[in-house]
């Protein structure tokens, strides 16, 4: 499944100084650089975590860098906690702690529970909406977090005579804005494909326990979501000027509504007279051979030749339906590689 943090950091790049009160400004300046140098590398390896935790990685398989990066943040925050005040006024090194501290809050208490809600994303569609709802939040809290110390950073800058230049984003920075927009529109297309997967993962989930009921309604809620994605998806914005994320979604989105309204039918339909050719057979096995009637001995060959007819035709489509069934998958995958290879 693919997923990243909105998170992003408004650090100012480039400090000048006003002439005026020179040498207490540059005094100012060179706190400023410090304190900044204390976040610099720690933004860093943040946003690494938070890439490699959501962008088509499971959360689990990185948990040893969450652990790393919670030490880290610990680390930092100790050693702001021990700088100085700048000339008695504390705001500046109170928000970096203030921001440090909410952000270890969220990475050590948030994504924990993120880490169990993953374990029961794929079950269902609301499962996985509240996954990704806890994401959101969770990053928008870093996102807060973020423009909070950005403030502290303006408001210091003026009390203190330093003209802040924003200039150019780092190449990180940009990095960061341009895969946010991205990976939060393709979050928005997953989950309108994600609603009729989960229905076709029920469909064969019926199948390998040879649940007719639960067949029957399965296709039928698969053929129900794959139309309503295919409706969601006409009205869908492309991403800039690339359309190429919708058109492989809607191509997966026509493969399961396929599978709902021709193959998965048959496959009912086999189970059926598979079914009476059971129900059948343990009636003739109940009966003594001279109790049975031609009509009953007619019904069984029927269902017999039936039967042996559709095996092979049930084979057929089955392994049709699975060879398509991954290639479509492998399809998408490709199309989502290529879109954060272009677009994050």
């Known amino acids: 499944m693919h997923y990243v943090s909105r998170f992003f950091y ?6 000048g100084i006003n002439s005026l009160s020179a040498q207490n400004t540059q005094a100012a300046v ?7 140098e204390h976040l610099g590398d720690i933004k860093g390896e943040t946003w690494r975590y938070l890439k490699a935790a959501t962008q088509g990685k499971s959360a689990r398989r990185v948990e040893s860098k969450r652990q790393q990066l919670i030490s880290e943040l610990q680390d930092v925050r100790s050693n702001i906690s021990k700088t100085s005040t700048f000339e008695g006024d504390p705001n500046l090194r109170d928000e970096a702690l203030n921001y440090l501290g909410l952000t270890i809050t969220v990475i050590k208490g948030d994504f924990e529970k993120i880490l169990d809600m993953e374990e029961i994303a794929e079950r269902s569609y609301d499962d996985m909406e509240a996954f990704l709802l806890a994401k959101d939040l969770a ?9 909070i110390f950005s403030k502290a950073q303006t408001d210091f800058a003026a009390r203190n005579n330093i003209t802040l230049v924003e200039g150019e984003q780092s190449k990180r920075d940009e990095k960061i804005a341009k895969a946010s927009k991205a990976l939060k ?4 297309i997953y989950l309108i494909t994600f609603k009729a997967t989960v229905q076709e993962s029920y469909v064969l989930d019926a199948l390998n326990r040879n649940d007719l009921i639960s067949l029957e309604q399965s296709t039928n809620a698969l053929d129900l979501a794959a ?3 295919l409706e969601k998806l006409k009205t869908a914005e492309k991403f800039g000027s690339d359309p190429k994320l919708i ?27 598979k079914d009476k050719f059971d129900k059948l057979a343990a009636m003739m096995e109940t009966k003594k051979q001279k109790d049975l009637t031609q009509e009953e001995v007619d019904a069984y060959n029927q269902a017999v030749n039936d039967y042996n007819k559709m095996i092979p035709q049930f084979n057929t489509l089955t392994e049709r339906s699975n060879e398509k069934r991954g290639q479509m998958l492998d399809r998408w ?10 677009h994050a």
């Open 30 to 36: 060179d706190y400023m650089s410090t304190m900044n």
């Open 139 to 147: 990053n928008a809290k870093l996102d807060s977090a973020a423009e």
């Open 185 to 188: 529109y393709y979050n928005e």
């Open 227 to 229: 139309k309503e994605g």
């Open 10 to 15: 408004a650090f100012f790049l480039i400090i």
């Open 247 to 273: 058109l492989a979604a809607q191509q997966l989105m026509e493969f399961y509504s396929l599978e709902a309204s021709r193959d998965f039918p048959k496959i009912v339909d086999f189970y059926l007279r």
């Open 333 to 342: 995958n490709k199309r989502v590689e290529e879109f954060f290879e272009i």
